[in-house]
Every structure is written in structure tokens, then in C-alpha cells.
């Protein structure tokens, strides 16, 4: 039986969203990052089209924070986690060549042992038995941040995060194209190189380049000429180019820094639901210009953008703290 994983444009019939814990994860901006993780649940919820939104927190008492900030609509699941970032832990689901569903559930190190956090480590399978769906257990760590895919077995990912010693130093190339065929329905890998400067997932592709159609790649073009990722992005591009893939451009945010060091700030992570394509911003001149260049790609769908600056103060945005799960 082959599987394959469809791509986020797709229709879903839930999103998993995680709900912040630990305000240690997010210094001086908990509260924030709470607030901003509820809007993106309740736009996905107010958007509609059958797209239920399941929003993950840790125990009760966070419950009950979590229902003073979102619509009476949005579930809440209590389940144990440390961080929010289900789009890592959470499983991944598939669908199977008789049309019915599955899910694959990857060993997890805290991207590479840098952020171990109690109940990350088996979240996702915890998650995938409150589903009732058949599951594989995958004995090798991987993050659903690490790739993205267009839906007809083409992917895109990093070398930064895929090849790095510090995930699976046993895989190469070959294997983890094996294993990723074997699990997820990879038929193509376009390999690109570095993710974003100081981003602390190892370069996830989340952040630097999506698919927007079949064989079309967003990928930012650098703002400015102090852009940090001015030569990820064009590096990006000529690999995706050499691999026959149409790119798209998207702007960037430019330089954006906290305490004077420059932080991955992205449009990239954003969130296709059912009805709305949810969109990272940061109070920067290039934000609108940011929903006009997907707005082509989406029609149907409403673009909107949302602040993110205190959710990505703790390592990431709306794409990374959600995982949906496709519609029969």
C-alpha cells in the first residue's frame, strides 16, 4: 500500500493549534504570545468551511486561559506539551491509495537537543490515539517544519536541518529519501541549502520556501541591503530553478532584530486553512505587499494578516504551532 501526504491546500476537517505553557519559553511576551496563538484559532474558526480547530494546551488551568481568549466554537484538547510546535510533533497524516487515512508519528529531540521540554516527546502520539486512525511509529526523529510538499510526491527541505548530525547521524541523503518515500509518499526532493539566519529549528524549510500550486515554489527576495538572508534566498532560488520548479516571489520582512540581533522573521510560515490563508506580519512596510503575492495563488480564500512578533519570540509562527488533518 503506497501513502501520500496532500499538500496544505488541501481540505482539512481539523487544525491542531498549541496553546502557550511555560512563560520561561517566551520571555516578556507570554501573554502576547498567547494572545496572538488565540487569534490565529479563532480566524481559522471564523473562516469556516467545516475546518474545526482543536487548540492543544497542557492542563486545566491553562484550559481555562485559553476559553477567556477564543470563540465558543474552538475545541480545547488537553493534552500534555511543552512547547507549542505541533507542526514538529504532532503527527503527520497521509492519505492511502484506497482514499482512507493515516498517520505517521516521528521520533522527536527537541530540534537536535536544544529544547527538551516535558511531553514533547510523545505528544504526537498521544495525539494520534485520541483519533482512532491507524499509526506508524517512525524510529528516526524528523519535524513536519523540516518539509514541505505541493501533494504529487514533489518536496521541498534544507541540508542545514535534514543532514544535520545532530538529528540522525546514521542518515544520509539516500536513506532519509527512503525513509521520507516510505512514510509520507516523497517521489522528488528538491534539496535546497541553509534556512534563516539564527533560526533555531536548523533551517526548517517552513520558513524559507512553500509551495503554492504544483511545481510552484514561493521564496522570499531579500528587502534592503542589509537583508540577513539576502544570499539564502537567491542560493534558494538557483536550486530550485536547476530542479525545474517555477519560483514565485514573496517579499521579505527585511532586517528585524531584537536586543541588536537579527531574528527569522518571515511571511513564509503561514497557514493555509480551508477558507483563509493566515499570514504571519511584523508592523512592517512590506506586510501588505506579503498577502498581495499569495492572494493570486488562493482564490476563494480570504488573505489575512496577523501580528506575530511575540509568538515568534519564542522560535516560530502560525505554520509551526499548527498541524491539520486532511479531509476523506
Known amino acids: 500500500m503506497t501513502f501520500r501526504m496532500p499538500a496544505e491546500w488541501a481540505p482539512h476537517d481539523w487544525v491542531w493549534i498549541g496553546f502557550p505553557t511555560n512563560p520561561a519559553e517566551w520571555p516578556s511576551s507570554f501573554e502576547g504570545a498567547r494572545s496572538q496563538i488565540a487569534a490565529f484559532a479563532n480566524a481559522v474558526h471564523a473562516s469556516g468551511r467545516g475546518e474545526e480547530v482543536r487548540l492543544v494546551v497542557a492542563n486545566e488551568h491553562d484550559a481555562d486561559a485559553?476559553?477567556?481568549?477564543?470563540?465558543?466554537?474552538?475545541?480545547?484538547?488537553?493534552?500534555?506539551?511543552?512547547?507549542?510546535?505541533?507542526?514538529?510533533?504532532?503527527?503527520?497524516?497521509?492519505?492511502?491509495?484506497?482514499?482512507?487515512r493515516a498517520l505517521a508519528d516521528f521520533g522527536f529531540n527537541g530540534w537536535g537537543g536544544k529544547y527538551r521540554m516535558p511531553g514533547d516527546e510523545d505528544v504526537g502520539a498521544r495525539l494520534a490515539a485520541t483519533t482512532g486512525l491507524p499509526t506508524t511509529t517512525q524510529h528516526w526523529v524528523f519535524e513536519g517544519g523540516a518539509v514541505d510538499t505541493d501533494g504529487t510526491g514533489l518536496f521541498v527541505t534544507t541540508e542545514q536541518c535534514l543532514l544535520n548530525p545532530n538529528r540522525n547521524p546514521d542518515l544520509d541523503r539516500g536513506k532519509i529519501e527512503t525513509l521520507l518515500a516510505g512514510s509520507?509518499?516523497?517521489?522528488?526532493?528538491?534539496?535546497?541549502?541553509?534556512?534563516?539566519?539564527?533560526?533555531?529549528?536548523?533551517?526548517?524549510?517552513?520558513?524559507?520556501?512553500?509551495?503554492?500550486?504544483?511545481?510552484?515554489?514561493?521564496?522570499?527576495?531579500?528587502?534592503?541591503?542589509?537583508?540577513?538572508?539576502?544570499?539564502?534566498?537567491?542560493?534558494a532560488r538557483t536550486r530550485a530553478k536547476t530542479h525545474g520548479v517555477e519560483v514565485a516571489p514573496m517579499p521579505s520582512p527585511g532586517r528585524v532584530e531584537v536586543d541588536g540581533e537579527a531574528i527569522p522573521a518571515s511571511y513564509m510560515n503561514f497557514y493555509i486553512g480551508n477558507a483563509a490563508v493566515i499570514v504571519p506580519v511584523y508592523g512592517r512596510p512590506n506586510d501588505d505587499a506579503a498577502l498581495d503575492a499569495l492572494?493570486?495563488?488562493?482564490?476563494?480564500?480570504?488573505?489575512?494578516?496577523?501580528r506575530s512578533d511575540a509568538i515568534l519570540s519564542g522560535g516560530g509562527s502560525f505554520h509551526c504551532c499548527s498541524q491539520q488533518m486532511p479531509s476523506l
Request: no cysteine; glycine share 12%; hydrophobic share 45%.
Open 184 to 235: 509520507l509518499g516523497l517521489s522528488d526532493m528538491l534539496w535546497l541549502g541553509d534556512g534563516l539566519l539564527n533560526d533555531h529549528t536548523d533551517g526548517h524549510v517552513d520558513n524559507l520556501a512553500r509551495f503554492v500550486a504544483p511545481g510552484v515554489l514561493m521564496i522570499p527576495e531579500p528587502d534592503g541591503d542589509d537583508d540577513p538572508n539576502a544570499v539564502i534566498y537567491a542560493d
Open 295 to 306: 492572494r493570486p495563488f488562493f482564490p476563494g480564500r480570504e488573505l489575512v494578516g496577523l
Open 66 to 100: 485559553a476559553r477567556g481568549l477564543v470563540d465558543p466554537g474552538v475545541r480545547i484538547v488537553v493534552q500534555k506539551l511543552g512547547d507549542v510546535w505541533l507542526r514538529d510533533t504532532a503527527p503527520i497524516a497521509v492519505l492511502n491509495d484506497s482514499g482512507s
